[in-house]
């Protein structure tokens, strides 16, 4: 069966500091790969999706960027951390096909201070 | 591009009672695929149910049904006999099948947070 995985659960950044979280697919192949952000525990905002090792398509600009290094590793990263950088990220995938949904991560909170 | 409008921010039920969450969307495609999901307080997101624009039949899954009117672009969810456990935030989905920029991705409603009273 297949599994995602997520970490870290939690994350207390300072201002300025680096970001790297992690999100890793088990028991499939070419899944696509998905970074979502949920400010205030409202609605989920995309954030990068691949389809393919090495391809990202970024949703909205800002201070993140996102890499696939392996087929099914997608990384959220940041240099510089902002105080807005601050929410709950979501790692989701899915396969290319008509009837699937999304499989979500547990999340990782990241609180920049 | 799509949107998707939740315009229950909060809905409150009564234990083994019926509740339905509204949700509306604007597209102008014909082939896409609804979705609701469920996030309690550990925050996982859970799939509840799902539907397929081209089926006239509304979805169910054992307590949950959709009421989906193609044409008003509403996709309701309905839980009959409600329990403690599906208090929650519930998030409708629209996930568009046609091809595109928007091919495959998951545009998501604000949310509505449903409390089950005892």
């Known amino acids: 069966s297949q599994t995602i995985h997520q970490w870290p659960a939690t994350l207390v950044q300072p201002v300025g500091s680096p970001l790297s979280l992690e999100c890793t697919v088990e028991g499939t192949s070419n899944p696509n790969l998905y970074w979502y952000r949920q400010a205030a525990g409202r609605g989920l905002q995309l954030l990068f999706y691949s389809v393919g090792i090495g391809q990202i398509s970024s949703e909205v600009p800002q201070n993140l960027s996102a890499s696939r290094p392996q087929d099914r590793q997608f990384i959220l990263s940041s240099k510089k951390l902002l105080l807005s950088d601050s929410g709950f990220y979501l790692c989701a995938w899915s396969l290319a096909g008509r009837w699937y949904g999304y499989t979500f991560g547990s999340g990782t909170r990241l609180t920049v201070v | 591009a799509q949107t998707v409008t939740q315009s229950q921010p909060e809905m409150s039920v009564q234990e083994a009672e019926t509740v339905t969450l509204s949700c509306t969307y604007d597209?102008?495609?014909?082939?896409?695929?609804l979705f609701w999901y469920k996030q309690p307080p550990s925050r996982q997101m859970i799939l509840v149910i799902r539907?397929?624009?081209?089926?006239?039949q509304n979805a169910t899954e054992n307590r949950f049904s959709v009421n989906f009117q193609k044409a008003a672009k509403s996709f309701s969810l309905k839980i009959s006999d409600s329990q403690l456990g599906d208090a929650a935030m519930y998030f409708c989905a629209y996930r568009s099948e046609t091809g595109g920029t928007s091919y495959g991705k998951l545009t998501f409603g604000q949310g509505t947070i449903l409390t089950v009273h005892p």
């Open positions: 539907q397929e624009a081209y089926k006239q």
């Open positions: 597209t102008s495609e014909s082939d896409y695929y």
